[in-house]
């Protein structure tokens, strides 16, 4: 094998390591706003950059090495074993809608909160405790 087949397979295997690690920072950036951001609206920011972090791990654990895309066309009847597997793609793309609908929701219960309480702070929301 020569020296430019060695450095496309190092940096394919490096590439799929940094899907990986990418996806796992936003999970865990997204979480971090979750969990200690103390205003709605980034709340659901992290919320969605959470979202976004799911999504990409799907799609790297979906994806195969050295597959092209799950299309059939004229001449490629029998290359069934050379596609990637189309249901984490579907899953995705529902997930990606969902989660618009799930963030336009949420941002749409926060304006009407501020527009209640005159504040989107969590801790100034005593009205909700109980």
Known sequence: MNSFQEVFIRYRE?????????????????????LTKKHLVKVVIGLSIMDAGVNLLFVG????????????SPGYEDAADKM????????????????????ALALSLVIR???HHKTANIEQLNSLRW
């Open 14 to 34: 490096l590439m799929e390591i940094a899907v990986y690690g990418v996806a796992i920072l936003l999970i865990l950036i997204g979480l971090y706003a979750v």
């Open 113 to 115: 909160l501020y527009r």
């Open 61 to 72: 654990v979906g994806y195969i090495t050295n597959h092209t895309a799950p299309i059939f």
């Open 84 to 103: 990637v597997d189309p249901v984490p793609q579907a899953l995705v793309l529902t997930a990606i809608v969902i989660g618009f609908a799930v963030t």
